[in-house]
């Protein structure tokens, strides 16, 4: 079992940037990746990375402006976010999904969960 905690909200106001953490109590193999929730929306993904690293994946709406990476050594899943716009706030979540296989966007795939950070972007 991994416990995840995530890191790095707060409130920013529009084209700032924030970098988000995610620190895990062991090491994480396998397809890490961060998700989203705006009030009264649904769960929706918005990033992913592979176990080394190697390759990843956005949501169209978040591509060219966040970046997602991992430091294995140091446990931790990391999703800058530049040019941050209001549509951007939400409680973001990172979760670990399967050791085996490429890139997974589909939230059921996904097994533990931190328990969230709350970014939101002013006009």
């Known amino acids: 079992q991994v416990q995840l905690v995530e890191s790095g909200g707060g409130l920013v106001q529009a084209g700032g940037s924030l970098r988000l953490s995610c620190a895990a109590s062991?090491?994480?193999?396998?397809?890490m990746g961060w998700f989203r929730q705006a009030p009264g929306k649904e769960r929706e993904f918005v990033a992913a990375?592979?176990?080394?690293?190697?390759?990843?994946a956005y949501t169209d709406s978040v591509k060219g402006r966040f970046t997602i990476s991992r430091d294995n050594v140091k446990n931790t899943l990391y999703l800058q976010m530049n040019s941050l716009k209001p549509e951007d706030t939400a409680v973001y979540y990172c979760?670990?999904?399967?050791?085996?296989?490429?890139?997974?966007?589909?939230?059921?795939?996904?097994?533990?969960w931190g328990q969230g950070t709350q970014v939101t972007v002013s006009s």
């Open positions: 990375i592979t176990g080394s690293g190697g390759s990843t």
């Open positions: 062991t090491r994480t193999f396998g397809v």
């Open positions: 979760a670990k999904g399967p050791v085996l296989g490429g890139l997974i966007m589909a939230e059921r795939e996904y097994s533990y």
